[in-house]
């Protein structure tokens, strides 16, 4: 996880946890600490200790690494996912779909939202994608 400084912890957590799609109740299951805790440091109160950000790491599938000097414009925190793809990552075609393919489901959606940097796409237009990478994966050329 990579915040360029402290007033940037927030924004990070909660794009991280936007990206995979997960609720701050899931994050929270995983990561050992209460929502309301997790809630206060999306909005950037609270002073987290090391071992509790670490564990937010784990939970949101990341590294957690401390560091001092510039902000590196590279390691801005990833844009949030646009509400058509959080719905889709919610659903067990989703799901199905990922293991078909043999793709880590955030590896998918953040291959999408990758995409959707590109073109504005609906959630019937990431079915459509998906549902073409299925096909090609069960009929390869």
Do not use: C, K
């Not at 794009?15 to 990561?31: K, P, W, Y």
């Not at 291959?111 to 994966?137: H, K, N, T, Y």
């Amino acid at each position: 996880m990579n915040a360029s400084s402290a007033d940037s912890l927030g924004a990070t957590l909660r794009a991280l946890r936007q990206s995979t799609g997960r609720t701050v109740a899931s994050v929270a299951a995983d990561a050992g600490l209460s929502v309301p805790y997790i809630a206060n440091l999306e909005n950037d109160r609270g002073n987290p200790t090391t071992g509790a950000l670490s564990r937010l790491a784990t939970a949101l599938g990341t590294t957690l690494r401390i560091e001092f000097g510039e902000p590196d414009p590279a390691g801005a925190p990833p844009p949030p996912l646009p509400p058509s793809l959080v719905r889709l990552r919610r659903t067990e075609r989703f799901r199905r779909a990922a293991a078909e393919l043999d793709a880590d489901p955030a590896e998918l959606i953040t291959a999408l939202a990758g995409l959707g940097r590109l073109v504005e796409a609906s959630e019937q237009d990431w079915w459509r994608v998906l549902d073409a990478l299925v096909l090609i994966a069960r009929h390869p050329a």
